[in-house]
């Protein structure tokens, strides 16, 4: 398994990337509320799962994608993909945000039926092979609505254990140590990776040049009713999460695809940043 040290990182472009220009037809053309300026913003295709859902990215010779699903979500996950007209052999890449249950649930039927190169941050490692979402770090509900329909929901739900098949990764994956401004230049991917805690240790985001944010779970918009200020229902370390969310805005991210919601704005999480305080969080392990 290759592990990626930024500084060491000189890729070249062997690759035949996609200009700016081919990027764009794959786009939205949108007006900027502040300016005139007539910018673009890349429309990913969207998978959607039974509690999430996952994107679809254009890179070299097919797809990269964001995440997987639930063990079970596999066959919804095969037919909505045929109904986007996308052969699953065109998805190349899949970037993992995090190891947990909802995310990582289907990597083993997926690496059995593609030919996919993994990327995860190097914590995800050990995660992985656990199968277990972490409770060795802390954490907990952002609040209480959010505990009371959790408990609700794993009384009715007894799928709802928190664990997802062990996964090995493999010589050809790819670990990231720290952000990342190159490897997906590599794959005709014009962005970077952050590493961005708080939701778990071992939490990756993309970043599109264009702004385009695929935050996994660093980030969520729902269910925003039950008072989640834009965070995951469940979070770790909120000084992390919010050094993260600023992070994210730094490297210029104007529109935010959760896995949880719908898109946002990136001002959503300027104006919610500080809102949540870890020691306000509901242990629940
Ligand atoms: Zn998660």
């Known amino acids: 398994m290759k592990e990626l040290h930024n500084k060491s990182l000189h890729l070249t472009f062997f690759a035949k990337l996609k200009s700016a220009g081919e990027l764009i037809q794959f786009g939205v053309l949108q007006q900027t509320t502040h300016t005139t300026r007539k910018v673009y913003l890349m429309k990913p295709i969207v998978i959607p799962l039974s509690m999430s859902q996952i994107y679809l990215i254009p890179c070299q010779d097919g797809y990269l994608q964001v995440d997987s699903g639930y063990e079970r979500d596999y066959s919804i996950y095969r037919r909505n993909i045929e109904k986007a007209g996308i052969a699953i052999n065109k998805v190349k890449y899949l970037f993992l945000t995090h190891h947990h249950d909802d995310h990582a649930g289907f990597l083993n039927d997926l690496v059995r039926d593609t030919n996919l190169i993994v990327i995860a941050h190097k914590e995800a490692k050990e995660l992985l092979k656990i199968g277990k979402n972490d409770k060795t770090r802390g954490g907990g509900y952002v609040n209480r609505i959010v505990k009371l329909i959790a408990d609700i929901k794993m009384r009715l739900d007894p799928q709802w254990t928190l664990t997802f098949p062990p996964f090995e990764l493999r010589e050809r994956d790819i670990l990231i140590i720290g952000d990342d401004n190159g490897i997906l230049r590599q794959w005709g991917v014009n962005g970077k990776v952050l590493y961005t805690p708080g939701h778990c240790v071992d939490h990756i985001a993309l970043v599109l040049d264009g702004g385009e944010v695929f935050c996994g779970d660093a980030a969520a918009s729902f269910p925003l009713w039950a008072g989640i200020k834009y965070c995951t ?46 020691k306000n969080l509901i242990r629940f392990f």
């Open 233 to 278: 229902i469940f979070m770790t370390d909120m000084d992390m999460a919010y050094q993260s969310w600023q992070k994210m805005l730094d490297a210029g991210a104007r529109m935010i695809y959760p896995a949880h919601g719908k898109p946002f704005g990136a001002d959503k999480l300027r104006q919610n940043i500080g809102k949540i305080q870890t």
